[in-house]
């Protein structure tokens, strides 16, 4: 399973943009990139996820870089709500995989008032 | 909204003890896993299952087994509960292969 690498822990402030990076030098063809966030006490939450170009929803944006060894994912305001363990992964989905999730360590975001 | 839910939030069950945790998805998803979290372990899959009666080990099966004999419903049972098993279980479930997961809000076990 190819791997992807976060720095551990990044502190923002309230209302001003975040942008996480996360590394995946051996990435495939095959390879979704996957964002999940875990509140304290909760399940993972799905963010994001993307193949090839940039995408947008109403949680965050990810930027995929042109040869996709490197993302990022953008919250584009942080808030108190956004504190949580952020997790990129890589999902493989060829032919013979069943795509699933390896979690590493994530990177724990702190948001100060 | 969809939804994943997990039988019990909290569970206490002796040493030696069967164990049923029980995991129901209401999106008519093909893919469902089991995963358990701790602490600066970060979370293993244990299971996962792409189809009805289909199964699959993950990295930690050992000590696990799983049922699937609905599409809506994974069960993940411990055969002989051990104190080694203390965790957060956690459920996710998936259309397709490279779609997001949605996970449940786990079961925090706790075998004395």
């Known amino acids: 399973d190819a791997k992807t690498t976060q720095p551990n822990s990044m502190e923002s402030n309230e209302e001003e943009p975040v942008h996480l990076p996360c590394n995946h030098s051996t990435i495939s063809g095959t390879d979704y990139i996957h964002w999940y966030r875990q509140l304290p006490s909760q399940g993972p939450e799905y963010v994001i996820h993307?193949?090839?170009s940039n995408v947008n929803n109403r949680m965050a944006s990810l930027a995929i870089a042109e040869d996709r060894k490197s993302s990022t994912l953008i919250l584009h305001r942080a808030t108190l709500r956004d504190a949580a363990v952020y997790y990129c992964?890589?999902?493989?989905?060829?032919?013979?995989?069943?795509?699933?999730?390896?979690f590493g360590q994530g990177t724990t975001l702190q948001v100060k008032p | 909204d969809v939804k994943v839910t997990q039988s019990s939030r909290y569970l206490v069950k002796r040493t030696g003890e069967k164990v049923f945790l029980e995991c129901v998805q209401d999106m008519d998803h093909e893919n469902m896993f089991w995963y358990r979290q701790d602490p600066g372990l970060g979370l293993r899959l244990i299971y996962f299952s792409y189809d009805v009666k289909m199964k699959e080990k993950g990295d930690i099966p050992e000590g696990y087994s799983v049922s699937r004999e609905k599409k809506e419903r994974f069960s993940l049972i411990l055969e002989s509960a051990s104190t080694n098993q203390t965790s957060m279980y956690l459920c996710?479930?998936?259309?397709?292969?490279?779609?997001?997961?949605?996970f449940g809000s786990g079961t925090r076990l706790t075998v004395v």
């Open positions: 992964i890589l999902r493989d989905v060829g032919s013979s995989n069943t795509g699933k999730l390896i």
């Open positions: 996710a479930s998936s259309r397709y292969r490279s779609d997001g997961y949605t």
């Open positions: 993307g193949l090839t």
